[in-house]
Each structure stands twice: as C-alpha cells, then as structure tokens.
C-alpha cells in the first residue's frame, strides 16, 4: 500500500523500504542544504592529485540542483561491511577491506534504484536520480547532512554503530521528505588516525593530501609511485585501512551478513610473487566482480612489486 505522501510519511515509508532492501541505516537531507564545507578550497589546494575528474565536476558536485532540476530532498542510505580478516601470511600483500568481497556497487546501486522507484509509484510525476560512489554526488557530505554521522578526522564518515566501514548511496529526488537532523561531532580530542597515517597523508583534521596518500597511488595513479609514498606501503597492495583500523568507533561495528559481502582470502591477502607477475588471465578469474579491477593489472604488479621491494630492502 502506498503511504500517504505529506513529508513526514514519506520519510518514514522511504526509510522503512531502505531497511527492508538490507540497508542498516538512512536518513534525508533537504535538497538546498548545501553550504560549501572546504571542497573547493581542497581542489584548489591540489589535494586531488591528478583525480581531474573532480575539478571538472566540481559544480556538479557542489549542486545537487545541477544534476537533478526541481530535488527537494536527498535520501542517504548506508550498508555495513566490518568483518575480522586473517593475519596477511609471509609473502603476502594486503588489499583494503572494502574491496576483499563483490563489487558493492553492483550490490547496493540497484537496491537504491529501487528505493527511487518505490518513491516515484508513491509520489507520481516526481523524479529521482540514484548513485553510489560513481555520480558526481559528494555522498560523505550528504550523509553528515542527513544525520548518518559525523565527518571523523580522517574524512571519512563515521557513524555511532557502524563506524567507517560502511558504504553511502545517494537517492536525489524532487519529492519532498521530512530531513533528519545532522549529527554531533563525536571525535573530541582523539587523532589516532591523524597519527596511524603510514604517509601523513592527513594533513589537517578532515583533510586528506591525495598526493601523499597510499590508497590513491595504489588505486587511481596511473604513473609511478613516488618514493616517499612506495617506501612506506607496508603490505598494502590496493588501498589502505591504516586510519580506519584505529578508529575507536570501529571496534563496536558489528559485523555484516550481506552474503555479498563475504571475505574472499585469495583477494584480501594475494601472494606477492604470483601478484607481481601475473598474466591478464590469472588477473581476471582472481579479481573479477570486485573493485580490485578499478587499479588494472598493471597498476597491481606496480604494487606488488614495490612492496616485495620494500621487503628486501629490510
């Protein structure tokens, strides 16, 4: 049955289906609220490296309005995914938790997407544009709007149960949806991400220098790693969890059952020598279906070989 349609059902209909689509949390934000937070100073700082698809996106992503004429409100959902991980063995890199299980942008787009259509039956001639992670939507942002959490210190989003590990889908929509409340700040005096940092990388609370920081150069750099970066990889061969593995808000996440989610251990800790010269083929039945594929073959052996580098030289 179709809710009744004022702002406040709507809300409470919206964030009942998001539950029952497997979603842990959501929360609305009011589509105008979109006072600027520092993102343009950090692209014009150079905080993005050579991420240019950023710069040449900015306004959309400062302007939900720009990619979806008439949006009253913003629907933010957000899915857990912490789990224990083995110890990484001798000769073995590590990959970041987050890509150690199936994409979770084919897990969790088409359930936002569902949730947009659920939303347009209940409200006819309103219109909606989903995303998670891929739009030029600032999803971290709009969260901390809608009272998901707080912007933690080492800019990613944390919030009370499910800490960081958690992905964000965004839901514009020109329907008009009670929002929530933004959340308190709840970092206090703690930098323990600030200080985990391998590189520096968090250079400032809730400022990260991509040139400095380990999960681009082991993920979107195309080019070589520069040597103040490569020299302190540890076992990372994609990503880096170094800040989030010492947050104190992740030690109470709870740990996911999305089926689609399961550690894989061939991804999460693959062998450096087999990794640094490995064939296209190998590459592909080893990595398909998960985010590891955005860095290329290329870009794995690159880091499997600097880590092995990195080993030798201790």
Known sequence: PSPATDPESLARAVKDTARALGFDACGVAAGTAEADDGFDAWLDAGRAADMDWMRRTRDLRQHAALKLPGVRSVVMVAAGYAQPRPPVPPGHGKTALYACFRDYHRVLLPRVRLLGRRLTEWVPGTEHYACVDSGPVRERAWAARAGLGWIGKNSLLLHRELGSWLFLGALLTTAELAPDPPAADRCGSCRACLDACPTG??????????????????????????????????????????????????????????????????????????????????????????????????????????????????
């Open 201 to 314: 990388a968090i250079v400032a609370p809730r400022v990260v220098d991509s040139n400095r920081c380990i999960a681009y150069h082991t993920i979107e750099n195309r080019g070589a790693v520069p040597k103040a970066v490569g020299g302190r990889l540890g076992s990372w061969v994609f990503g880096c969890d170094a800040c989030q593995e010492v947050c104190p808000w992740n030690r109470r996440a709870p740990e996911t059952t999305e089926p689609d989610f399961r550690l894989r251990p061939e991804v999460a800790a693959p062998p450096l020598d087999e990794l640094a010269g490995m064939d296209e083929e190998t590459f592909g039945a080893r990595f398909n279906g998960t985010p590891v594929r955005r860095a290329g073959l290329d870009g794995m052996r690159r880091n499997a070989r600097a880590v092995r580098r990195n080993r030798e030289d201790t």
